[in-house]
């Protein structure tokens, strides 16, 4: 008997008014009817989505990274409009998108995915999830952490400390369809190892001298949603033993005896050390490396991924702000190079810190400076040669910080002279740019950065040609 291709169909809570039993003949029909889409089953060739509004459902966002690779079809009711090319875009932003009348004649197999590869996380989403996003490098981590949310598959996050692997393994939870359910952290390295599968696996009253009450453990916490095990490589063998039947079973053995417990967990493990090199060494199970390495995601350093530190600084800027309960601060332009050639052998976590460092040291100024960061061309100095990058960083030289006047204002008088009302002119309107950079327009504080009024600003802006005074009063906030 030939097997029928198949056809899931989420109505979105409309009534199918029957319509799967007449398309019998061609489909092997399934329907979802809840008012939130599912996940399509694995082995579907089609997937019709009842059509409902120009924008579709967020968890058909979650979703994205599976389903790029299914053909699906809009289902519009026979009285309904055909959708607008606006509408068709956004949901075709989902993979291979058509749209088509739902009525008693089944649609057509054949339906071809398009080809090219899964839509990246955008900016907006990536900064949702404590991301950033910019560089090729990371954007291959983010799609990688998109394709894992999409299903239940174990990760194995791997990457220098302080690249963010904890912000990742919580993305890829926040991003599934289980972000409801729990995310346990578990730090393996901060556990001792005689507690450590007491911790995880749980146990029963009486299995040791202080087991005076049955407790479940982490694994069983993280029941229906995400473990994560961050230093997986320091847990001892016998741990790690437990650990390979966990991952293999899907069930918890408790120390003590006693039934073992199924669990319904996604496993994502981070390990800031070679783990296949621990596995050469005797000291990692060859056979639990290949069982966690399921969806390998490498973090790139900070180092190789420069063009994306003046966002995260500004990031960082500006939740650091937030928790001290301080005035938004700005980042001097200058700032930004000086950040950027640095080789942060603490990654992201060095860079966030030295924010806040240098915004809760700055008192009340508005903005922050070189020499705000000073500290860190010191430490950095310090580095022994081994340990500093070669390739992509100069270190900067001593007097860096202390020249800067001397930098922006010092020059030769040239021997044909010059025209001091026009340098003096172009000094000026360089300075204003700046402070309207630094103070995102704002020009009542840009103006306060120069020691001027408001109104004399504004009037420098109208000689210097450099905005509509009429416009910039009706338009800046005071």
Known sequence: MTQLPRLHWSTLGDDTGGLEHRWAALWDVSVDRGTSPALAPKDVDLWVISAKGAWPPPELNRMMAEVAALPILLGLQPEAPPLDSKTLSEWGSLGSVR??????????????????????????????????????????????????AATRATVLLLGESGTGKEVIARAIHRMSADQAQPFVAVHCGAIPDNLLESELFGYNKGAFTDARKDTPGKFREAHGGTIFLDEVGTMPLGAQVRLLRVVQEREVQPLGGGAPVKVDVRVVTASNVDLWKKVQDGSFREDLFYRLEVVPITMPPLRARREEVPFLAQHFLNRKAREHGLYPKALHPSVDPLLMSLPWPGNVRQLENAIERAIVLSGKRPVLTREDFAFLAERMSELPAESTPKAGWTPLPADAFTSQSAAAFGMDLPAEGLDLNQVVSDMEKTLMLQSLAITRGNKKRAADLLGLKRTTFLEKMKRLDLEDPETAEATDPA
Request: hydrophobic share 40%.
């Open 99 to 148: 749209w088509g009348v739902l009525g008693p004649e089944p649609p057509m197999p054949g339906l071809r995915p398009r080809s090219g590869t899964t839509t990246q996380l955008s900016a907006s989403q990536a900064l949702a999830f404590g991301l950033v996003g910019t560089s090729a490098a990371m954007q291959d981590v983010l799609a990688r952490a998109r394709s894992a």
